[in-house]
């Protein structure tokens, strides 16, 4: 019997009994379908899409469209996991109507089971009006990429005294709002240890050290097919790029010598 889907009551009690959340990014049916077989529990359509198989240099610039294209090829793709799309940059911080027609669209057109946002207590209202309409939201603190220019890169928040207590007053924030979950970018594993305690939703970590209730990563990355990223917290599971590489050689030797088709891989009438 097939295991029953995952829902975010199934991910708090998840975090109740001490059970580690799995989550990884997926843009397409094919991978999701994979990494859903494999047992991940949570599988988001990251905005990260708009860098990783697009090109682009942040995730600034991804659009509602897109993010509504890979989040329909990717709900055919799973069965178990729960669905998590991302909204992208200026969906959601407009205004709070804004937010609402974006995010129902996303829910409406996608079949996903929830979104994310990034942003701490400022976006907190906007998180209850979301969440007041039926629409499950995943909050995401620390280095949140589409402020990547305000940010000044890619880089660890929350260190200091200062910024630790703002951080934590933010994830508490998010969470009396209604976010079910929260993921924490490049946070200070003691930091990001402190949050999981202070809440009862569950923290998902990328970069962040043991201590959340759970951790994601973009797949593509740990795949080792985006070998352009390197960062200290990746671990890389499988080294994609190189066979793809290697395949890609083996199959131009084989037709320019003359091994491919052969008999085997031909129709003889
Ligand atoms: O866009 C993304 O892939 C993400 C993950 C890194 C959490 O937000």
């Known amino acids: 019997m097939p295991d029953s889907p995952v829902t975010t009551v199934g991910l708090h009690a998840m975090k109740r009994d001490g059970r580690k959340i799995v989550a990884l990014t997926a843009y397409d049916a094919l991978f999701a379908g994979l990494v859903d077989e494999a047992g991940t529990d949570v599988v988001l359509v990251g905005d990260s899409v708009n860098t990783v198989l697009c090109g682009q240099p942040t995730t600034v610039s991804a659009t509602l469209e897109q993010m509504i294209y890979h989040g329909r090829i990717v709900r055919t793709g799973v069965r178990r996991a729960l669905l998590v799309i991302d909204m992208p940059f200026l969906t959601y911080q407009v ?3 804004d937010a609402k027609r974006n995010t129902g669209r996303v829910m409406q057109t996608t079949g996903a089971s929830a979104v994310k946002l990034e942003g701490g207590a400022w976006l907190a209202p906007t998180v209850r009006a979301i969440v007041e309409m039926g629409v499950p939201v995943m909050a995401h603190l620390g280095f949140t990429p589409q402020s990547v220019h305000a940010l000044g890169g890619a880089r660890v928040q929350g260190r200091g005294t200062e910024a630790a207590d703002r951080l934590v007053a933010d994830a508490q924030s ?10 924490l ?4 594993a003691p930091l990001a240890e402190r949050v999981t305690a202070a809440l009862s939703i ?3 970590g990328i970069g962040s050290g043991p201590g959340c209730d759970g951790q994601v990563l973009v797949l593509h990355d740990m795949l080792g097919l985006n070998e352009s990223f390197k960062a200290k917290f990746l671990k890389r599971y499988a080294a994609l790029a190189e066979e793809v590489r290697r395949a890609a050689r083996a199959f131009g030797d084989d037709v320019r010598e003359g091994r491919y088709p052969d008999r085997d891989h031909s129709f003889s009438t």
């Open 95 to 97: 205004s709070i109507e």
């Open 174 to 183: 998010l969470e009396e709002a209604g976010a079910f979950a929260l993921v």
């Open 185 to 188: 970018e490049l946070v200070p």
């Open 202 to 204: 569950p923290t998902i």
